[in-house]
């Protein structure tokens, strides 16, 4: 025994440089949207509305770069929750809140009944993908189209 099924792996997530010229393009195009990404937060009362920021965690082994749940903007700043814990982060609990200023934000993306709004480092590395892993990376996301 000790044989384990053939299982999907799930969508393909790998480590991008984030020098990487397309990476820095989307950081920039997210920190240029970020009031769109306001003006979306405060017009949508949905429940089902979840909106996200990436920020950059410093670790003495390197950067980790993480989404967190944003519950409540100001005009300079979002108060945000990890609703999940990435390896490397094991200090951390899911819940805590960390107050996060515009300039910290690397990227924000609301996933609104499968539209994708935002996401710009994810639509970069969806771009290095081919048709397959798009299409994993997608139903992973829940995402059926981008806006």
């Known amino acids: 025994m000790g044989r384990k099924p053939d299982l999907d792996p799930g969508a393909k ?4 440089d984030s020098n990487d010229a397309r ?3 989307a950081f920039a195009d997210a920190q240029q949207s970020l009031p769109h990404f306001r003006e979306l937060i405060h017009s949508n009362t949905d429940e089902e509305f979840f909106p996200l920021i990436k920020i950059r965690f410093v670790l003495a082994t390197g950067n980790i770069f993480v989404w967190l749940r ?6 300079t700043g979002y108060t945000a929750e990890l609703f999940e814990i990435p390896p490397g982060l094991g ?9 996060v200023a515009d300039a ?5 993306m609301i996933n609104h009944n499968g539209a994708m709004h935002g996401g710009y480092t994810i639509r970069a590395h969806r771009a290095t ?13 829940g995402v059926s189209r981008c806006l």
């Open 13 to 16: 997530i790998s480590m991008t």
């Open 23 to 25: 990476m820095q393009q």
């Open 70 to 75: 944003v519950l409540e903007s100001s005009d």
């Open 91 to 99: 200090e951390y609990e899911i819940g805590d809140t960390f107050d």
């Open 104 to 108: 910290a934000v690397l990227d924000w």
């Open 129 to 141: 993908l081919d048709v397959l892993e798009q299409e994993k990376l997608d139903r992973h996301l």
